[in-house]
Every structure is written in structure tokens, then in C-alpha cells.
């Protein structure tokens, strides 16, 4: 079990001038209580490392990036806030040339104070998620590495990631949500004892899945994965 206090210093938003009544000239500093408790396991020999854990975060004046309605951001305290949530992680040692890890973790996250700017409009809502929080992530890897003669190794390396939909504002608009994030990413090659060469593939699914998604009205401005891509890599140590 762990408790902590964190602390983050205030500042001065250096932007003011694109829109003095919504933008505050400066923020407050940030207060964050953290509890935490888990296990952690090594079984069957320590081919199996199971580490569980459930957290709950207390913010006080938290600092978030707040969008004007003239599309311009500042940073902003959002009063409190809070997240609860859990996660595994699994590392497996399937064999002695096959190794698996598997991560999984749930969020629940919400400001718990509305924030008012200094022309009385509501700026962050109560009830609103965390931006850039996604309730469920999970991945899944795989390495595996066999010998095919004296000193030369054959490898292939896999990854899934997964990321639930969730707001990228504070202001949870529909327009500004990610939404799932599924990417698969393969490497696979020959290793020797100074040198290596690898072909790897990003984004195997070809999937458009966004990073970050801002709303601008009537302008939605989003930030794609790249699309299927496939590259070969070399490296010499001497």
C-alpha cells in the first residue's frame, strides 16, 4: 500500500491576449493525494508475474488545458477532480524462446467542481471525464527468439494495443472524441552477436484511428495514426 502527496506550481498563461475575458492572466498550483494498493506474485517458478493494483487520485486545483470560444487554449485550474480504477499485468514465460505480457486497466475519471471564468460562463462542468482518460486500455505482447545456428538468432516481436473512446477537451464535446484504438505492430528479423536487421510493419489492421481530436466550431481538427507502413531496419554495433 502507498499514500503520496504531489504538488505542481502555478504559473502565468502567456497567451492572454487572443481573448482577455475568458483567458485568467495566471493558475493556481496543483494538489494530488494518491492511494494506492496491490499485490504482487511470482508463480510456478517465476515463469508467471502477476502484479495487481487499485489506486484512487484526489486533485485539488488541477491544471487542465482549457479551449476559449474563439479556439484558443490556456491552462486553467478545474477545481477537483477525481479517478479511481485498477490494473493487471501479466508476464508469461511460455517457454524458453516465448515470452507474453498482457496489461489491462480500467479508469473512472470526473471533475467533481465546476469552474466559472471571469465572465461568468461555465468553462468546465461538473461531471465532466478527464480528457485524454480512456475508461479501458489493454495490450498484448509477444517475443519469441529461437537459435538457428552458433551465435545467429531468429526473432519475431508482436503488439496489440487497445484504447477505449474518450473526450480530448475538458469541455467533452462529441466533436472532440478519439475514438477506439486498436493498432497491431510486428517486427521480425535475424539477430547476431554485433548486428541485426529487422522488417516491421506499424498499423497492420490499416486502421484511421486519431491520437487527438480538437473542435474548433465548425472546424474538427484531428491527428491520424499513419496509415500501414512497412520498413526495414539495420543496425551494426562496433
Do not use: C
Request: charged share 20%.
Amino acid at each position: 500500500a502507498r499514500i503520496a502527496k504531489g504538488f505542481r506550481p502555478g504559473g502565468v498563461n502567456d497567451n492572454l491576449q487572443f481573448n482577455l475575458q475568458e483567458i485568467d492572466p495566471t493558475y493556481e498550483p496543483e494538489g494530488l493525494f494518491s492511494y494506492e494498493i496491490g499485490i504482487k506474485k511470482q508463480l510456478f517458478q517465476g515463469r508467471l508475474i502477476l502484479n495487481v493494483y487499485a489506486y484512487f487520485n484526489d486533485w485539488s486545483e488541477i491544471q487542465l488545458s482549457v479551449p476559449t470560444s474563439n479556439g484558443f487554449f490556456y491552462t486553467d485550474n478545474a477545481g477537483t477532480a477525481e479517478s479511481r480504477g485498477g490494473e493487471m499485468e501479466l508476464a508469461i514465460k511460455a517457454s524458453q524462446n516465448l515470452k507474453l505480457n498482457i496489461n489491462l486497466a480500467l479508469v473512472d475519471s470526473e471533475i467533481t467542481e465546476s469552474v466559472i471564468d471571469s465572465a461568468g460562463n461555465i468553462t468546465i462542468a461538473k461531471g465532466n471525464e478527464m480528457p485524454f482518460t480512456p475508461g479501458r486500455t489493454a495490450s498484448v505482447t509477444f517475443d519469441y527468439a529461437r537459435p538457428i545456428s552458433e551465435g545467429l538468432w531468429g526473432v519475431l516481436y508482436g503488439r496489440y494495443t487497445y484504447r477505449s473512446a474518450h473526450f480530448a477537451e475538458v469541455n467533452n464535446l462529441s466533436e472532440a472524441k478519439n475514438g477506439d484504438y486498436n493498432q497491431v505492430y510486428l517486427r521480425f528479423g535475424l539477430e547476431g552477436g554485433s548486428w541485426s536487421a529487422f522488417g516491421f510493419v506499424d498499423n497492420l489492421l490499416n486502421r484511421d484511428d486519431t491520437t487527438t481530436t480538437l473542435y474548433d466550431d465548425p472546424l474538427v481538427y484531428s491527428t491520424f495514426v499513419r496509415p500501414r507502413t512497412f520498413g526495414v531496419e539495420l543496425r551494426w554495433q562496433y
